[in-house]
């Protein structure tokens, strides 16, 4: 099966060069590949990290590389205390049984906390497919485990939702043999990349057709070892998806931050300053790990007012905020989880007008003791207040008003009332109402209109 899929790989790149690429397989051109406008006006996504690291559900979805790569005493423990003698990873696998999947219930959840796009775990770094790769015998989900194509069936679930798909994949894979024996020639070979990588990207591409492909596991070796710019020229080329589909920065050891779509940079990148690119927050409800762990508790996670005000300043910035949940090996994402991707799309409901298909202001902040962010539309501005003022009067020092100004509230229907500063902004009375009243609980957006 493994030289089918080399094969099917091969045919596809002779085919694709045949038909004259506009855009050349090097950084140079492909950088320059403008970034489809739906990405941007998207903002919001939830990211799905899901695989037979859901099984244990202990420490990360890095379980497996701690335990048998680094050894870590406390990994051998928890299979000692937890499994029979001799377990193995791959016995996990019959584990992982997604039993409870409701496919059209994650995307009902999804789309209910205002996403506009998912991307979902087709293969980390353990190298198990939740598809039928036709290179991963007997390593996949049709295979073992769940005995269903998980990818396929939320991607329909989510087209009906018309929510868009993103499919994060590994290049690499921690124990493949192909791969290590790679990494032992100094890459200088490549027999995994094109009997395993390629032909796995390829089969993804045209088999789900993703608005997004998520790249990882990028760090050990060369863009000429990933075979990277051939793959994406190919995309942007050829494909089934050439004029929607985006990518990440996640193509070689130096490409982050510097090469391919939008950048993610690192996980949970702040750039604390307006980047001149395009990027992406990625981040996660349970602040210790990806994948689902079943010993997390409340205090590990994010609350609702960090998950809003991280979304609110990162769409300041012109970024993206791609939320994560673990799904656990049933299927299941719990209630907590749930119930913090439900409040953020209750705020979503009221503000969702100052961030999706918004823009980065002149300023993105207040540099005052107000904690204020900006984005805007057109001619007009939002200032989102991550805390309500004593005395109910906001001070915004960076708006300059004019006779035309007019101040509302997202959720209210009158105008509020504002003053002329007197150093410089304005003031804004805000509704003299019970907490309870409020639209939502935290982050409050003041739409302005006749400012400059």
């Known amino acids: 099966?493994?030289?089918?899929?080399?094969?099917?790989?091969?045919?596809?790149?002779?085919?694709?060069?045949?038909?004259?690429?506009?855009?050349?397989?090097?950084?140079?051109?492909?950088?320059?590949?403008?970034?489809?406008?739906?990405?941007?006006?998207?903002?919001?996504?939830?990211?799905?990290?899901?695989?037979?690291?859901?099984?244990?559900?202990?420490?990360?979805?890095?379980?497996?590389?701690?335990?048998?790569?680094?050894?870590?005493?406390?990994?051998?423990?928890?299979?000692?205390?937890?499994?029979?003698?001799?377990?193995?990873?791959?016995?996990?696998?019959?584990?992982?049984?997604?039993?409870?999947?409701?496919?059209?219930?994650?995307?009902?959840?999804?789309?209910?906390?205002?996403?506009?796009?998912?991307?979902?775990?087709?293969?980390?770094?353990?190298?198990?497919?939740?598809?039928?790769?036709?290179?991963?015998?007997?390593w996949n989900s049709m295979d073992l485990g769940p005995h269903r194509d998980l990818v396929g069936e939320l991607g329909q679930a989510l087209r009906e939702r018309n929510i868009r798909y993103g499919l994060y994949h590994s290049l690499l894979e921690w124990f493949n043999p192909l791969y290590l024996d790679d990494k032992k020639n100094g890459f200088k070979t490549q027999n995994f990349v094109f009997s395993k990588t390629m032909p796995e990207l390829y089969d993804l591409v045209l088999r789900y057709k993703p608005d997004l492909v998520w790249s990882d596991g990028d760090w050990e070796g060369p863009d000429t070892y990933w075979n990277s710019t051939s793959f994406l020229s190919w995309l942007y080329n050829d494909s089934p998806v050439k004029d929607t589909v985006v990518v990440n920065d996640r193509w070689c050891n130096n490409c982050s931050c510097h090469h391919g779509g939008y950048y993610n940079c690192a996980d949970k990148y702040k750039p604390g300053t307006l980047p001149q690119h395009k990027w992406e927050m990625c981040t996660s409800i349970d602040k210790h790990s990806w994948g689902y762990r079943s010993n997390m508790q409340v205090n590990e996670l994010m609350d609702e007012s960090s998950?809003?005000?991280?979304?609110?300043?990162?769409?300041?910035?012109?970024?993206?905020?791609?939320?994560?949940?673990?799904?656990?090996?049933?299927?299941?994402?719990?209630?907590?989880?749930?119930?913090?991707?439900?409040?953020?799309?209750?705020?979503?409901?009221?503000?969702?007008?100052?961030i999706y298909a918004s823009k980065p202001w002149r300023v993105q902040m207040e540099n005052t003791t107000i904690d204020a962010w900006y984005t805007s539309k057109g001619s007009t501005v939002y200032a989102v207040f991550l805390t309500w003022p004593e005395g109910g009067v906001l001070k915004l020092a960076s708006p300059i008003p004019s006779l035309s100004t007019q101040v509302t509230m997202l959720g209210f229907s009158e105008k509020l009332k504002w003053e002329k500063a007197r150093d410089k902004g304005l003031l804004i009375t805000l509704p003299y109402v019970p907490p309870s009243v409020l639209p939502v609980p935290c982050c409050w957006t003041l739409k302005l209109e006749g400012v400059a």
């Open 307 to 354: 998950i809003i005000s991280e979304l609110v300043q990162t769409v300041s910035f012109g970024g993206n905020y791609l939320l994560n949940v673990g799904p656990t090996k049933e299927g299941v994402i719990v209630p907590i989880f749930q119930e913090r991707l439900l409040s953020l799309g209750k705020w979503l409901r009221v503000n969702g007008e100052a």
């Open 1 to 138: 099966m493994a030289s089918l899929g080399a094969a099917r790989w091969l045919l596809l790149l002779v085919t694709g060069a045949a038909g004259g690429p506009r855009y050349s397989p090097d950084w140079p051109s492909l950088d320059a590949r403008p970034l489809p406008e739906w990405f941007d006006q998207a903002k919001v996504g939830v990211f799905v990290h899901w695989g037979v690291f859901s099984v244990p559900a202990y420490g990360s979805e890095w379980f497996w590389w701690h335990w048998q790569g680094e050894r870590r005493a406390d990994y051998e423990r928890f299979v000692r205390e937890h499994y029979p003698p001799n377990t193995t990873y791959a016995d996990f696998a019959s584990r992982f049984t997604a039993r409870d999947f409701q496919p059209r219930y994650w995307a009902w959840l999804f789309e209910q906390a205002g996403a506009r796009y998912v991307v979902l775990t087709t293969k980390h770094h353990e190298g198990f497919t939740n598809w039928g790769s036709p290179v991963s015998w007997n």
